[in-house]
Structures are given as C-alpha cells and as structure tokens.
Nanobody, 119 residues
Framework: QVQLVESGGGLVQAGGSLRLTCVASGGTFSRYNLGWFRQAPGKEREFVAS????????SYRDSVKGRFTISRDNAKNTVYLQMNSLKPEDTAVYYC????????????WGQGTQVTVSS
C-alpha cells in the first residue's frame, strides 16, 4: 500500500511561483508512473501533468505547458511540480497520484494541497 503526502501549496499572487512536493512511502515508488491532478470548486478533477516510472517522459495539459514542470527523484521517493507564471484559473486542490494507470481505480492518491492564486 502506497501512502502519498503532498505539501507546498499556499496563497500566491498571479505571476508567482510555487513548488509542490509529494513524498511516497509503503511501496515500490520507482515502479510507478506519477502524476498531478487538480480539482477546483464545483468542477471535476482534471489531469495536470505526469511522468513515467523512469522519468524519461512527461506530459502536461495544454493550459499549463511552458509554465509547469514535473520531475521525480526516485532516491527520495518524491515527485515535484514546479509551477511558474501562476494564474487565478490555476486555483484548485492539487493531488498527487501514483500507479500503473494514473487516475484509474487501483492507483493511489494523496490528501491534496490547496493552491490559491490571487489576481
């Protein structure tokens, strides 16, 4: 069983930056693909970014391309999301996800961290 704990959220002005961190325990971290999802009030949870188990490939939703960067450190069982040039529409609870198929039943979720971007 994998446990994921996110941190790094907070309140930031538009144009600012935050780095989210997700630390995993209890499983074979290096075998899992990792991702970040977010959920804004009144909206469904949506994919933000992902990185393969090897770290060799990553993908992003269109609205964050060029602003967000996902990375992982398997030695530290940690995945990061560097968020630059933040916009008010990035405001959401951000969740870390780990698994073979991200976002699917059987994958693991953290408890979420709130990101609020003020205009």
């Amino acid at each position: 069983q994998v446990q994921l704990v996110e941190s790094g959220g907070g309140l930031v002005q538009a144009g600012g930056s935050l780095r989210l961190t997700c630390v995993a325990s209890g499983g074979t971290f290096s075998r899992y693909n990792l991702g970040w999802f977010r959920q804004a009030p009144g909206k469904e949870r949506e994919f933000v970014a992902s990185i393969t188990w090897s770290g060799g490939s990553s993908s992003y939703r269109d609205s964050v391309k060029g602003r967000f960067t996902i990375s992982r450190d398997n030695a530290k069982n940690t995945v990061y999301l560097q968020m630059n040039s933040l916009k008010p529409e990035d405001t959401a609870v951000y969740y870390c996800n780990a698994g073979v198929l991200l976002g699917r039943p059987g994958s693991y979720w953290g408890q979420g961290t709130q990101v609020t971007v003020s205009s």
